[in-house]
């Protein structure tokens, strides 16, 4: 047949089923490492409660008094809820747990900014930048059936923690996350992981919803780009809160680095297999 020819409709057919069975060998795959990697944050929640429990008996004779502190503590905090919601996203193949996964590493850019202050600074800054939204919100949703006005309330406690410190906001305040996060050494992270949780976060993945053309069928079921994100943040988001993991029982005085640097290499594993 000449190279030029136009394909014959068998050749054509047999091209787009080997495609096909690529295809769903891949989603078998990513639903294989979705299964082994919520079976190892199972076996990593043990050591979070235990870095809880153990903090919290702490807590009970030292109160954190540090601002910095009890702000690293709150943000690792919501990074593990997060966690926990992109592993039942997950679990259901969702690709909406890139939307967690963007919380997930979004939390952590703000963690090693706040840690390379020694001081307070950072840490009542990434406050302010926390009010600074709650003020924008009830600005624009005033409760006219309330008694509070809640806007300013919030600008109050902005004010207040960004009295002495007005030139260091107005700088922060021009600042982006992509920003922070080179300040940090985390421009992989930013570009990498949060870019790409922000693309499922958007309508990036439209044309994977939309009817096929010329002709085919709908489902609210997910589709396969849904369970290949699902896949893929779990890997992320389980490197991130190994980190987490590490520093946490680092400060508490727990002994878990063997432990974790285990799940580290099995976490490489599990993506790294192959169809």
Known sequence: MPENSPKSVTDFLK??????????????????????????????????????????TALQTSPITSLRQRVLVGLALKAYGAFE??????????????????????????????????????AKLVCAEGYRGLVAYYRNNPDNDGPLDYA????????????????????????????????????????????RACEAAHISDLSTYMPPSPSGFVSTAPAAISTLRASISLYYGLEIICDLLAAACEYLGLHAAEQIKQWRERIVAINNLMP
């Open 152 to 195: 300013a309330e919030w600008q109050t406690m902005l004010d207040q923690k960004i009295a002495g410190i007005e030139e260091h906001w107005k700088v922060f305040k021009e600042k982006n996350l992509g920003k922070l996060a080179e300040e940090c050494s985390l421009t992989t992270h930013y570009q990498r992981i949060y870019r």
């Open 15 to 56: 091209e787009k089923k080997a495609a096909r069975d690529a295809e769903l060998k891949h989603i078998a795959l990513a639903e294989k490492k979705i299964q082994l990697f919520l079976e190892l944050a199972y076996e990593m929640s043990s050591l979070a409660e235990q870095a809880i429990g153990k903090l919290n």
């Open 85 to 122: 919601c992109l592993q039942k996203d997950a679990k259901d193949k969702r690709g909406e747990s890139a939307h967690h996964l963007k919380t997930i590493v979004e939390t952590f850019i703000y963690m090693h900014w706040v840690i390379n202050d020694a001081t307070d600074l950072n």
